[in-house]
């Protein structure tokens, strides 16, 4: 009965959550919408009481500057919620997570994943931000219009297709 209570207490405290979705390609949008649904069942069931906003992103978990994800942290920022809940890690950002846990946690908002596997596709996933990331050194080298450029992503992406 002490833990219930605890638990009660904890769940009590989280008055409002945002619901943070991310796919990486537009092509993508029904692995979003069931990310959504997925995550607002979980809130529905763990947080009951609680108002919560759904924010949605698509695009690479590398971009920086991702209008959800300034979203959200402008909600943590004014205090508007208390939580943020996402279905992996890598949905909140490919790289630099706990940076992001520990900024949210200074405005007090807790950051909750609710599944610890990677999904069935997250490798494909982790090609393309692979790309993405030769695909932007190779275009400060040599500039986005050379033919180096293009040369070093196709080489990049032809690299990856055999296998």
């Given amino acids: 009965s002490e833990v219930e209570r605890l638990l009660r207490g904890v769940h009590a405290t989280v008055r409002r959550v945002a619901v943070y979705t991310r796919v990486s390609r537009g092509t993508r949008r029904d692995a979003l919408e069931k990310q959504v649904a997925l995550l607002e069942d979980y809130v529905k069931k763990q947080f009951p009481q609680a108002e919560y906003i759904v924010v949605k992103d698509?695009?690479?978990?590398?971009?920086e500057n991702r209008r959800g994800l300034k979203?959200?942290?402008?909600?943590?920022?004014?205090?508007?919620v208390d939580a943020v809940v996402v279905a992996y890690r890598d949905r909140l950002a490919r790289f630099g997570y706990i940076y992001l846990e520990e900024l949210f946690k200074a405005y007090g908002v807790r950051v909750i994943v609710v599944f610890q596997e990677e999904p069935e596709d997250y490798m494909?996933?982790?090609?393309?931000?692979?790309?993405?990331v030769v695909a932007s050194f190779a275009g400060k080298i040599y500039g986005k219009g050379s033919h180096k450029y293009r040369r070093v992503v196709e080489a990049v992406e032809q690299a990856i297709k055999d296998p």
């Fill in 58 to 63: 698509i695009a690479s978990g590398l971009k």
């Fill in 124 to 132: 494909r996933e982790l090609v393309e931000d692979l790309i993405e």
């Fill in 71 to 80: 979203k959200l942290i402008d909600l943590a920022r004014r205090k508007q």
